[in-house]
């Protein structure tokens, strides 16, 4: 199974952007869906995750800006971002975990996509 992360971009603060993430068959249809994020010099963070069922869990510091959703006949999850803030630059990672609840810890993510940038000016 392989992810595949876009969307990424440099934009200012208070500008939106939607990341995408495309997962190459249904495997991942079952899983709960994650995003991450790493900012230069610091370690990666739990951004949002999406149940199969479609149940988010946001981290405190994006919840009421950033939305995840998923389109299981799509195989893909989504992260729209709104009034974005320079503090949310960083790469932008998707992930897949074998759970049916949300999970937070980036060590129980079975597959990874390659990380999209965002920049945010401010």
């Known amino acids: ?14 500008d939106s ?4 993430c495309a ?7 079952s899983y709960v869906m994650g995003w991450f ?3 230069p010099g610091k370690e990666r963070e739990f951004v949002a995750a999406i149940t ?18 998923r389109d ?13 803030k320079p503090e949310d630059t960083a790469n932008y990672y998707c992930a ?4 049916h609840r949300t999970v937070i810890r980036a060590a129980l993510y079975d597959y990874w996509g390659q990380g999209t940038l965002v920049t945010v000016s401010s």
Do not use: C, H
């Not at 199974?1 to 208070?14: D, F, I, K, R, T």
């Not at 997962?23 to 249809?29: G, I, P, V």
């Open 72 to 84: 299981a006949n799509k195989n893909m999850v989504y992260l729209q971002m709104d009034s974005l």
């Open 17 to 20: 952007l939607r990341l995408a």
């Open 23 to 29: 997962a190459s068959d249904r495997t991942l249809s």
């Open 52 to 69: 199969s069922g479609g149940n988010p869990k946001y981290a405190v510091s994006v919840e009421g800006r950033f939305t995840i959703s």
């Open 96 to 99: 897949g975990a074998k759970f």
């Open 37 to 39: 994020r790493q900012a």
């Open 1 to 14: 199974v392989q992810l595949q992360a876009s969307g990424g971009g440099l934009v200012q603060a208070g």
